[in-house]
């Protein structure tokens, strides 16, 4: 089978991926990392928490006053045209909002055209010895602004904390703060288990991004009547848990059986991170085929 070229949608047109290359040069986002952004996993052509993904991009839009580049109908119109003409069906598709083109000047342009580009790339499954074995994380101090709450694109301190991950031969980095409480990680919500089985996630305040699959376990964790906790942890704490794993919407649940060179209770996933994978994925399997037409409204602003 030929390998299919992937298309983009960037400003109003779909396009071959290859010739998406063109950003002007007075556009905020590249100049200031004012835009912000989403990306919503796709499982079995199933867009997975759609409806929040997108009512966490009308909140990211209005914390920075952009505009909304479109209504929301056309907008998940075209998530599905780019999935389609790119043959996904287990991939991401990622979105990104600028405020637009302007001259070069900090404060807000009077008046800008928001531009949007989105993309799609089928992922491979995280892989099962993974979520048998788990993965290591380190933790390093956590340097990002205090509005982590935003999905802004400005990212630079992640990718630092990723890459220094990867030197390590670590799968995520673990931030932590000046009270010596983890945050989050690079890209991802953490969560530990403590001994008595009592589930622990910092709440989310302005030092984490509310992830989507975030609050997907939270609800899948009360519906299984488990004890759950929204407080902050340190990293001793988590070296000491029953269990501990970070969630995204690539990852799922990804069990962590190291942090730093502490192994985590006997270095395997744990009976709750494996129950929680489980009722995540049977929940993915109930939600509706893109090709089944579009999801709610939601909550969105455009």
């Known amino acids: 089978m030929p390998l299919m070229s992937r298309i983009a949608w960037v400003d109003g047109r779909y396009v071959e991926h290859g010739e998406a290359y063109a950003v002007h040069i007075e556009d905020r986002g590249y100049q200031f990392a004012d835009g912000v952004y989403e990306v919503i996993h796709i499982e079995d052509g ?9 009512d966490r991009l009308a909140r990211s839009l209005g914390a920075l006053a952009i505009a909304a580049p479109m209504a929301r109908r056309p907008l998940q119109r075209i998530l599905r045209e780019i999935a389609r003409r790119n043959g996904v069906e287990h991939g991401l598709v990622y979105l990104q909002v600028t405020r637009g083109v302007a001259r070069r000047r900090h404060a807000f342009p009077d008046a800008a055209r928001p531009v949007m580009v989105v993309t799609a790339r089928s992922e491979a499954h995280p892989a099962p010895a993974l ?3 788990g993965v290591a994380v380190v933790t390093l101090p956590d340097q990002r602004w205090a509005r982590c709450d935003i999905k802004s694109v400005a990212l630079l301190a992640n990718v630092l904390a990723r890459q220094a991950a990867s030197a390590a031969g670590a799968a995520e980095a673990w931030l932590v703060d000046r009270d010596g409480r983890i945050t989050e990680g690079g890209s991802s919500n953490a969560w530990i288990v403590t001994v008595d089985g009592r589930l622990v996630t ?21 519906e299984q009547g488990m004890k759950v906790e929204q407080r902050g942890f340190t990293s001793r704490e988590a070296m000491a848990a029953r269990e501990a794993f970070f969630s995204n919407s690539s990852s799922w649940v990804m069990p962590v059986t190291r942090i730093d060179d502490t192994v985590i ?19 993915i ?18």
């Open 46 to 54: 199933r867009l997975v928490d759609e409806c929040p993904h997108l």
């Open 131 to 133: 979520l048998e074995d």
């Open 202 to 222: 910092r709440p989310a305040d302005n030092a984490i991004l509310d992830g989507i699959t975030r609050r997907a376990i939270l609800r899948l964790a009360s």
């Open 265 to 283: 209770a006997n270095g395997r996933a744990g009976s709750l991170s494996r129950s929680l994978n489980a009722a995540y994925r049977a929940r």
């Open 285 to 302: 399997a109930e939600l509706p085929r893109m090709a089944d037409g579009l999801t709610p409204m939601g909550n969105w602003t455009p």
